[in-house]
């Protein structure tokens, strides 16, 4: 199935609906498929690592804290890379091959310590390193009044793959009599597919842009110095500092219902679930009637969220209220905001300025997680709870303050 | 456009073939199990384990005490933690689905009486001497407190009364004697005490790990010392061994040691490697734990309780153990 119909008149609404261009369904494809591949792993790798290495969870912990920082840096420098090459493919390929050949890695590492570290690290690695280019690709590939679009069709596709992980690694496990090894080897077959539809449907865009190389070293001061860059960076921090984590969110939920510890993982399925089905009508939304506009909803429902979790109705009600909303925060602040972010970053520096906005948003989020700990710890979790929100509230005024008229054309109804 | 989609399919077909023929070759390269045993019972002078031998890997198996070397009869049961005492043991498993375990209580026979989901990954359990208590930890992912870290939860039930505490978590902390709350509060490795209404377990927080001492009826806990990680309480109850981070940090590593609750003299025992295991009393004066060798394997050694002599290899091929009268 090649969908390359965005110039087509739009004629059946259901099929309407997820309209994009073959290059953002080949993405979305690629996505879909490498997520199932490491969710399978996300989902037994504590299993793999406590029952069948017997690594304890202080060294898991030492390994997993330490690559935070670099992978964040080799996300700005793979973003770099990318621009100044202008093969936003070779770099995202490359972060798919090296998430693929680390679950190969997993096998080799064997029960040392270090040696598994360094492979996750090599995941994490991917992982940043594709982020940003491919998030560029679909910017390259839509025209700008349909980039909600875009997204919202692409983060379905990416989550539906991390729905079908976990259950694929389970059929597997089944079948082997518990082979973590087959599990391992199925991932990187997986991801190897995954590899294989990138390099073979997705094109990459360097017909398109300027002839002249014009990413010069310095490409993260001369971006910086735009004043919508800056203002947009900042606006991600800002919106990333006020998140206060999926753990916390699920954590005060449990409380309050007095839920049996086992409901637990189910909190973060209905999240995802939500954010699956509403992803591309928020998408489609946002190209609407504003991205902005789309993005300070989310963040409003953010608020509902933390408000909830100590508000005046429990039960299941409130499960499906908050877990609803939660989706909905996700579905229209994630793929929407690099809808908006597009247009303003030029061509040519396109990958690192999302990955500077993607940075900038994962480190204050990193940063805000401890901060609700310690607010947690002094004033209790009902009024951490309410001050998350009334800092949501000003971060919605000051990222609406900060990017108000930021891209006055492609906030036009398409 | 069709040779692309040739090129596809046939990628997906050489890649499927590549997964399926590694499943094929790893579970028909796992030997012959072994048959298990009929009429094993909970009654001593015996040690249960965990088998981590071929064929009866994941297995509850049990060996004569004065012979732990010799052959050891294999239940049907498979666990990833087991103990007991009292005719009360319990076995944490898998429990069908993925991510997704439960506590087993089984009587005298090895016959299930009670299965309590947990959620996360099985660590440690423990039974109270005369059988009526019973308690887990797992281990948690992700919870974003933490920055992706693991976070441990510890609950436990009275199966006389079926009281059960969730998560050790909802109790009251009381910290060096003031009222205490945290986000961040882990608990791991209970042991009880002989009047089955308080308990000894670890309790971190803000980076420090204290022994804190539980009362079940009064929804307690409160601090007592540092540094004390998976307390397990002698049977006189006079003793807690443990192990104790090496340099107050878990990331050097844990030596075994005994702790007198009395005069609080730490005695540390004469195994010198690293051991990351809740230390089972396998009678008043000599200690049971595992080392673990490659993946998915470990023996059980033992190691006298008060300082001298030396480790001993007690069972190979096992882990979790629990001394049976």
Redesign the interface.
Known sequence: M?LSTIDRPKTARGRALFLVSGNVFALGAVSLVTDISSEMVT?????YL?????L???????V??TY?GATAFLRLIGGYIADRSRRRKAVAGFGYGLSAVAKLGLLAA??SVGAIGAVIAIDRTGKGLRTAPRDTLITLSTPPQLYGRAFGVHRMMDTIGAFAG?LV??G??A???Q?Y??VF??SF??A??GV??LV??VRDHRDKQPPKNTVAPSALRELLRRGPVRRLVLAACVAGMVTI????VY?LLQ?REDL???W??LLAVGTNLSYLLLATPLGILADKIGRLKVVLGGYTALVLVYLLLFGPFGGWPLLVVVLGLYGLFYASTDGVLMALAGPLLPEGFRTTGIALIQTGQAVSY?GS??L??LA??IW??ASASRIAAGLVVAAVFVVALLLRGISPRTEQPA | ?TR?VL??VL??LL??A??VT??VF??TH?RTPVAAADGLSLTGPRIMFRSTAPGSKGRLAMVAKNDPGGPRSVSALNC?RVYAAGGTGTCLRQDG????FQIAILDKNLQVQKAI???????RTRVSADGRMAAWTV????????????S??S?LIDLKTLDMV??LE?LSVTLDGHPY????LNFWGITFTADDNHFYATMST?GHRYLVEGDIAARTVRTITVNVECPSLSPDGRRIAFKSAIDGN??KGWRLTVLDLATGARTPLAETRTV?DQPAWLDSDTIGY?I?H???D?DIWSVPANGSGHPALLIPQAESPAALN
Do not use: E, Q
């Open positions: 090649y989902a037994i790798l504590p299993v406590m029952i069948g290495l017997h304890s969870p202080a060294l898991y912990g030492v997993d804290g935070t064997g029960s976990p690694a389970v597997i496990l079948a082997t009599a082979a090894d087959a080897v199925a077959c997986i190897a597919f294989l539809l073979l449907f984590g999926d753990g916390f954590l409380r049996s510890i086992g637990f993982p990193l997680s401890i609700f700990g947690w710890t209790g979790p | 456009m692309r090129i596809a990628g997906a890649l499927a590549v997964g590694y499943s790893t579970t796992d990833l689905a993925l991510t997704t989901p947990l959620v996360g990954v099985p660590n281990f948690v992912a992700g919870d974003s407190y933490n920055n992706g870290r693991f441990t939860r609950g969730d998560s909802f709350k945290a986000a961040d803000a878990p990331a990351d595992a673990p490659g993946p998915a470990s």
